[in-house]
Structures are given as C-alpha cells and as structure tokens.
C-alpha cells in the first residue's frame, strides 16, 4: 500500500469519525431537552384555569417526535368556541409559563361538548399569511415565534 492510499484512507476515516461525532452531538440536544424538567406542567394549566378565558380543565405535558420537542397543551372551554382574543390569551399564558425548552406547541381545544375545535382555521382568519402545521383535526402545531406572531395579530402587542 502506497503512501498516498493510506493517507486517502486516513482522510476519509477522518472525516468520517468528525460526521459521527456531529451527529452523536447534535442528537444529545434533543435528549438534554428530553431530560429537562421544570414546573410547566403545574403552572400552565392553573394559569389558563384561573384566566378570565373559561377554560374549566387543562393539561401541559412535554413530548418528543422525532427530532423535534414538544410542549403539549390541551384545554377544555365552558363554552362552544374559541375566540380570537380567547386564543391569544392562552398562547399567552403558555408562553409566559413555559420553563422548558421547546422547539414546538401542540395545543389541542376542546369545546363544552367535547367536540374539538379548529385551531389552525381561527389562526387562518387571525393571520392568512402564517404556516403552522396540524397532526390532528384541529390541534394546533406551532413555534414559540409563531404564537408570538398570533398573539401580536390579535393585540397588537
């Protein structure tokens, strides 16, 4: 084996343990969040119980899919439908009262019958020009920037 061969050989051998690595790093991210904890899920739902939104239950759990981190919030309304400010202000409270790190919100509305709501369709009419994702009949998929962007569409804040 010439030299040069083994050289060429130890580059790629070298480059391949630098990919590895990265990918092995970049992976202990997700896992760090993963691992986080904090007071989140306490305090969000009391939060949006003790709103003047009517929100008679609520829950706040984290989850993982995939790669991507997840703050999941579900709401219970004491009435048939979500308003514009209704929603601005729970995307509120769960921004004020998130203390994990979380690359996405799932929030999922019911109504008063136990019917869900559609989320991604009152976002649609509050803000045609935002892309937000939905994994369900109207739960909501949305970035912490795209619930700032919602809240700031309906206050102005």
Known sequence: MSDRSAS?????LEIGVIAAVGMALAGCG??????SSGDFAETIPAALVESEIGITDSFASKGLDGFTFNLVVGVDLDDQ??????LAGI??????NNDI???????SVA??????????QLVQEISP??????SIYGNLS????????????????
């Open 8 to 12: 060429r050989r130890l580059r790629v």
């Open 30 to 35: 997700v896992i760090t969040k993963e691992l």
């Open 81 to 86: 439908e979500l308003s514009p400010d209704d």
């Open 91 to 96: 995307l509120r409270i769960i921004l004020e």
């Open 101 to 107: 790190p979380s690359d996405q919100i799932q929030l």
């Open 111 to 120: 109504a008063n019958d136990g019917e869900s709501v559609d989320v991604p």
């Open 129 to 134: 020009d935002l892309k937000t994702k939905a």
């Open 142 to 157: 949305v970035t912490n920037e795209q619930a700032a962007a919602i809240v700031k569409a309906v206050w102005g804040e």
